[in-house]
């Protein structure tokens, strides 16, 4: 087995109390973690709109959000499943997001590109450049909390019970589930799947989330502040003014680029690439039976 995983599993020690044992049952642990980020996450936005005057915005509750976010994420994994916190160290972890934000840029120029010299996306001028730097708090705040729960509990606590084939696909089933409400199509639901594979083995391949959290900023980030395109159905306002048209199975419709079957092939093959380096790396766990 690959020593990386025997880091990703916590110490037994010889008695431990009840609700200890009760959580290493993997679904437990599992809403146990997610309590662990989202009560503290519910708790700061009620505290910040009590108590902040409403023209601060929404720059600095995104900021504390994300970061409690994570601080309840590290808390919950040292303190309960008691062992360090590898996928969220700090050692290198600027130049892994920096990586992964390049990776998502990319992967986004791929899509937009065969659309813009299509003429389906047109750029019709510009606006005010503050919405560069509006929106980066709430693109952290999404990328922070849904990788942290997808990839660093769900899937990571799948993987270590059921093995990684299995939990790749409890994960995206799930990152899917949560990208369901709204006007989204089969293709939109194949794009959000190619996509959640493409996160989870970029974590795989550096068992840390700094990678997937870039990829997933960047993307979001490509789109909604620069180019104004719809990203999962929530329209967009960004530097560019530009406008999307042509038939929805390429233009992704009201959902957006996610759900155009360019975006689909961008996805399914910058998946395909990450998870058989990580197969050939050997970072896929096999499914371990327990003894009966």
Excluded at 218 to 239: I, T
Aim: hydrophobic share 50%.
């Amino acid at each position: 087995m690959n020593p990386k995983f025997c880091n990703l599993t916590p110490a037994r020690p010889d008695f431990d109390p009840r609700w200890r044992r009760v959580l290493r049952h993997p679904l437990a642990n599992m809403v146990g973690a997610a309590m662990a980020m989202f009560l503290p996450l519910a708790l700061t936005f009620a505290l910040m709109e009590a108590l902040l005057p409403k023209d601060m915005g929404v720059a600095w509750p995104n900021l504390v959000a994300a970061l409690v976010c994570a601080l309840g994420y590290w808390i919950y994994v040292n303190r309960v499943e008691r062992r360090e916190v590898t996928e969220l160290g700090g050692s290198g972890a600027p130049g892994e997001w920096a990586r992964g934000a390049g990776l998502g840029v990319l992967l986004g120029l791929l899509t937009l590109a065969p659309l813009w010299s299509l003429g389906f996306y047109r750029i019709e001028g510009s606006g005010d450049s503050s919405s560069l730097i509006k929106q980066i708090p709430e693109m952290l705040l999404v990328s922070v909390i849904e990788e942290l729960l997808i990839r660093g509990v769900m899937f990571r606590i799948a993987e270590q019970a059921w093995g990684s084939r299995r939990a790749l696909v409890f994960s995206t089933v799930l990152f899917v589930a949560a990208h369901l409400p709204g006007e989204i199509s089969l293709l939109g639901v194949l794009v959000t799947a190619a996509a959640s594979l493409a996160f989870t083995a970029a974590y795989q391949l550096s068992r840390r989330l700094w990678l997937p959290m870039g990829m997933h900023f960047a993307w979001n980030y490509l789109f909604s502040a620069v180019f104004s395109v719809p990203v999962s159905g929530h329209e967009a306002k960004g530097w560019l003014h530009g406008s999307m048209s042509g038939p929805e199975w390429l233009s992704g419709g009201a959902y957006g680029v996610e759900a155009s079957a360019i975006a689909l092939l961008v996805w399914v093959v910058a998946a395909a690439i990450l998870l058989r380096r990580a197969y050939s790396r050997g970072e896929f766990m096999p499914h371990l039976r327990r003894a009966t």
